[in-house]
């Protein structure tokens, strides 16, 4: 596929231009590459060894969550240079989607949290502007520790779930908005949520939770943001691309 078409393809489907006002992320593009892709590498965050992983194994194009330019782009120099090279070096692309691919209701990483935890009835959660970043759902009772144990097997063994059990002893409205979401706690609060799960959370929260009487779960930064990205990855397959997931936990 032409890089051209699928930039466009992705640009569609996220409704990246509907954050261009919200995100400090420069979403979209961000480094050109060749001007065919025939295989595309998926990581959650752009760096030095998630280019390099991508390299070794033959893409033309990173997909990425956590690009390299935030705000106004101004020097590439030390660590950016360096995070840089790989792509100019090996003629690969980089394609970032930061708050669309949180946000989206089907691909982004809130709704993949969702679809595991196979909640129903699920609605948009985490306004921003006239978008959002996460996604509300319900089940149809589910005890604290059966919910922690759910949420340790779908964001991986490997990764530690801080709980904070302050809600019901059932748990049916969950409100999820991934990474660092904790500052829309209080919204997961007045939508009557009884779990509010997120991948890191603030000193605050542990308070704000035990008097709201609701349930937050920590389920890691990186590991509630792998969803979307592969949630693109088998997007990229079915429009016949090759591809290859870089798996590079951080244990945040």
Known sequence: MDTETFVERLDDRLDTTAYADLDASANGLQVAGPDEIDHAAFAVDAAIETAERAVDAGADALVVHHGLFWGEFERAT?????????????DMALYVSHLP???HQELGNAAGIVDALALDDREPFGAL??????????STGISPADFHDRLVTECGPENDVTALEFGPDEI???????GAAADWFEEA????????VTGEGKQK??????????????AG????????????QSLAEDWGIETTFVDCPTGL
């Open 172 to 178: 049916e409205d969950v409100a999820v908005a991934t």
């Open 129 to 138: 502007g006239d978008e959002y970043i996460g996604q509300f759902g319900r």
């Open 221 to 232: 930064h990186y590991a509630t943001e792998t969803f979307g990205v592969r949630s693109l």
């Open 205 to 218: 929260l542990y308070h704000e939770a035990r008097e709201a009487g609701v349930h937050v779960y920590l």
């Open 101 to 103: 691919l949180d946000g």
């Open 189 to 196: 609060v007045e939508r009557g949520a009884d779990a509010f």
């Open 78 to 90: 030390g660590s950016i240079r360096d995070r840089l090279a790989p792509f100019f070096e090996h």
